[in-house]
């Protein structure tokens, strides 16, 4: 709500509050961009690392399964040496010393090639995991990159908007009294930046503290510069135009 105000100097005042303000809030939201970027790289590394580790374990479930392999083929060619032989040894004792060795050579390629059968298994998940994971990772890439260039847009756009609030604000300082400009810092200053704030329903809304009858019809006027009894405030009546 625009304020119909008659005194130049009240209405100065609260031209500089009005941009007082949206130079903090602009300033917050670019003092923002970096963290927002550095939260986004934060996010990217987390999706890489799963990405990683995912690749990882297939890699590792690969190499396994490569070992094991070899090792069922070590095993064939030990049971089949024991094949041969087992037609050439001459006593009883031999015979079934060989018939052992067979015996074990097939419990270990029967062992391994359930444990080759359990990677395989384990290998189709993890291969889906790193399928879904470079998928998750590749869209994050996508959403995280657009971002970052709204984020730079928005920069660009702020800074040269911050540039021409600033100059405004330098402008409207130069036509006011000294004294007034030592008053509005100070009170704002004191009270979180706000040194200006309107009045309505006879309190001001800055403190909520209800306003005398006779004090607030002057500041309805917007005739003269009137503080607040309670925060000190500058106080102005917001009228329509």
Same mark, same amino acid.
């Given at each position: 709500m625009e304020a119909k105000i008659g005194n130049l100097e009240l209405q100065s005042l609260v031209q500089l509050q009005d941009l007082d303000l949206a130079l903090k809030e602009l300033r917050d939201k670019i003092r923002r961009v970096p963290l927002e970027m550095t939260a986004l790289e934060q996010e990217l590394a987390d999706f890489r690392r799963a990405h990683q580790t995912a690749l990882q374990k297939?890699?590792?479930?690969?190499?396994?399964r490569r070992r094991l392999?070899?090792?069922v083929?070590?095993? #064939?060619?030990?049971?089949s040496k024991y094949r041969d032989q087992l037609m050439s040894v001459k006593t009883n004792k031999e015979y079934q010393a060989m018939l052992a060795e067979i015996a074990n050579c097939e419990r270990e390629i029967s062992a391994k &090639?359930?444990? /080759?059968?359990?990677? +395989? +298994?384990?290998?189709?998940?993890?291969?889906?995991?790193?399928?879904?994971?470079?998928?998750?990772?590749?869209?994050?890439?996508?959403? /995280?990159?657009? #971002?970052?260039h709204e984020l730079e847009a928005f920069q660009t756009r702020a800074e040269s908007e911050l540039n021409q609030l600033e100059k405004r604000r330098d402008s409207l300082r130069q036509k006011l009294a000294p004294e007034l400009i030592a008053l509005y810092e100070r009170i704002a200053t004191a009270r979180h930046g706000v040194a200006v704030a309107p009045a309505l329903?006879?309190?001001?809304q800055a403190c909520h503290v209800r306003l005398r009858p006779q004090l607030f019809n &002057?500041?309805? #006027?917007n005739l003269q510069i009137i503080r607040c009894e309670s925060c000190s405030r500058i106080l102005y009546y917001p009228s329509p135009q």
């Open positions: 297939q890699e590792e479930g690969d190499k396994e392999e070899s090792e083929e070590a095993f #064939r060619l030990k049971l &090639e359930d444990e /080759i059968l359990e990677r +395989m +298994m384990l290998a189709d998940d993890w291969f889906r995991q790193q399928r879904a994971a470079a998928a998750e990772l590749s869209t994050k890439e996508k959403e /995280i990159q657009a #971002r970052r329903d006879q309190s001001c &002057e500041v309805r #006027r």
